[in-house]
């Protein structure tokens, strides 16, 4: 059993391992880096399975690199001896007055127990984590939850239980929605659970203990301290990867990992990229959106996972938030829009711009029907009747609009409605909308987890077409995955398909572009291959689709057509923003 130590250290207080005992006696553990003294201070708390004790720069040394080069100042006013991947650096919140509290989860890093990743147990777990930190003789009673990712998505759920002492959620690039964003994109399983769960979470198991990476700071195993032969650490996880791939439609599994929005009540910050297609990008809108709370922000911006996380623009915005509710600071957070969008451009280049809703009121909603002849995109139906196939290994179709004669501003969720038929009984559809300059090339973004992202993404199994009327919109179709509709071969059925929101500003002489395929996007099948990248980026970087069981050949290899006729032609529907 750890025990608990307590020290100052670089001008703070820290208590190592400070143990949270559960209902059903499961003791977590957790590191709490606080000001020097007896004052009462807010708490930044975050609850996950990326090990406290494993430093950011020896697990992730390709990202730190990624990072620190991106933004240089996260290597100035700190040691950086207690970064962790993906949460805030102690040494540059405890100064102003915030007590840190890092959780190890149940069954990861110095926590015992079954790991079962974003499980109700977990979020149950929270909700008392919560109740511990805002009772505690150094806590003010008030506690925020803040982090990327994994330590972001976790955040709806809990926050839907309404911990008393829960004040603030600040959803830094969190998907909300287990099976559409994070299992099956558009009922597509996607490979990322299978390349995570054991590269990122069971490399840090509680019971990994002197097989693994030890702490830099305590110089203890991250993952112990117990050390356990390897048939205990795989009874004590679940298959995270399998369950989704053998639950083919949404079923009590994914309900379970999935908040009820409308209970959430704490104030919120939502903050969400335009290059997190593949997981994020959706949820923190989707998650916003459906936000019970009365006090809520959306903001977006772009670059990589983590970037803006540390960088002093995301430091400063964040530090403003929980000013202003957990400490009740005047922070100017009460002037802040309630929408702000990092609105994107070629080149990298991004202008802030305040806004009050999503989608923008002022929206031109523009249907940019598909043109066989030329693969064009026309605001003008062709009413002819025609079809077009391509091979669904190959490159797909692309359809282009006429060079931008002045600037067009692209800023929404977008659809396509198409009318398709397979040789078989389904068919995967992947969707890109593109970009390319006067030249003809393509111009990509820097993504959350790839550094070469198109403009937007969307998926669509054909057999998990059905939509619900309810929730369903023109600009956002709602699929219900739960019943598969089968293609009988060569018969058209419509199909309404969800790319991701997006933004890009297209300059006058540049391209946008819509491709159907049935394969992954990539830019031109290189990998760019960065230093101790984990993982081949292509352009979608981990969120493939390529599992043979799920994609069996015989059914989804093979030959796709596009259909057009007078009343039932294809369109994408953009969602066009006029220049002020």
Request: glycine share 10%.
């Amino acid at each position: 059993m750890s025990d608990t130590k307590s020290e100052i250290r670089d001008g703070m207080q820290i208590d190592w391992d400070a143990p949270i005992q559960m209902d059903d006696g499961i003791v977590l553990r957790a590191d709490v880096f606080r000001p020097v003294g007896a004052g009462r201070c807010p708490v930044i708390l975050s609850y996950g399975p990326y090990a406290k004790g494993a430093a950011f720069q020896e697990k992730y040394k390709g990202n730190w690199a990624r990072l620190t080069k991106a933004a240089p100042e996260v290597l100035q006013g700190s040691s950086n001896k207690y970064q962790n991947w993906e949460l805030v650096d102690p040494e540059k919140w405890v100064p102003e007055g915030y007590a840190i509290v890092r959780i190890d989860s149940r069954g990861a890093g110095r926590s015992p127990g079954v790991l079962d990743v974003w499980s109700a147990r977990e979020t149950q777990d929270i909700y008392e984590c919560i109740e511990w930190a805002g009772t505690q003789p150094w806590s003010n009673g008030k506690v925020g939850m803040h982090g990327i990712s994994y330590y972001a998505m976790n955040q709806w759920t809990a926050g839907a239980l309404r911990p008393p002492h829960l004040a603030a959620l600040c959803i830094w690039e969190g998907s909300a929605d287990y099976y559409r964003e994070l299992c099956r994109h558009g009922g597509i399983y996607s490979d990322f659970l299978a390349s995570w769960f054991p590269r990122q979470v069971i490399s840090v198991q509680h019971g990994v203990g002197e097989r693994g990476i030890k702490s830099v700071v305590t110089g203890e195993p991250v993952a112990g301290p117990e050390t356990l032969p390897e048939e205990e650490l795989k009874k004590n996880r679940v298959d995270t990867a399998g369950e989704p791939k053998r639950r083919r439609l949404f079923d009590d599994y994914y309900a379970a990992r999935i908040a009820d929005f409308a209970q959430i009540e704490a104030p919120l910050l939502s903050a969400g990229n335009w290059g997190g297609m593949g997981l994020h990008t959706r949820g923190n809108f989707e998650g916003y959106l459906a936000a019970g709370s009365r006090q809520k922000w959306l903001e977006v911006h772009g670059d990589t996972h983590f970037t803006h996380f540390y960088s002093t623009y995301g430091e400063t915005l964040q530090k403003r938030f929980f000013g202003h509710f957990l400490k009740g600071e005047d922070t100017g957070w009460d002037k802040q829009p309630k929408v702000s969008l990092n609105i994107r451009h070629p080149d990298e280049k991004f202008v802030l711009r305040g806004e009050n809703e999503w989608p923008l009121a002022r929206t031109q909603w523009a249907k940019h029907y598909l043109v066989a002849d030329g693969q064009r995109l026309s605001t003008a139906a062709p009413g002819a009747s025609t079809t077009l196939s391509y091979e669904t290994t190959g490159d797909g179709l692309t359809f282009r609009l006429p060079p931008a004669k002045e600037p067009l501003e692209i800023t929404g969720p977008v659809a396509a409605k198409l009318w398709i038929s397979s040789e078989t009984t389904d068919a995967d559809l992947i969707l890109a909308l593109r970009l390319f300059d006067p030249a003809g090339k393509e111009v990509t973004f820097i993504g959350s987890n790839d550094p070469r992202t198109p403009i937007g993404l969307g998926w669509l199994r054909a057999s998990h077409r059905k939509l619900d009327p309810a929730k369903s919109k023109p600009y956002r179709p709602w699929h219900t995955h739960d019943e598969e509709w089968p293609l009988k071969p060569g018969e058209a059925v419509e199909v309404d398909v969800e790319i991701w929101p997006t933004s890009i500003v297209v300059p006058p002489g540049y391209t946008l572009a819509l491709t159907i395929g049935g394969k992954d996007y990539e830019v031109d099948g290189t990998d760019i291959a960065l230093p101790n990248a984990p993982y081949p980026m292509k352009g979608v970087g981990p969120f493939l689709h390529i599992d043979k069981d799920d994609r069996p050949a015989a059914i989804f290899a093979r030959r796709n057509t596009l259909h057009f006729a007078p009343g039932k032609e294809p369109y994408l529907l953009l969602p066009v923003i006029p220049q002020r």
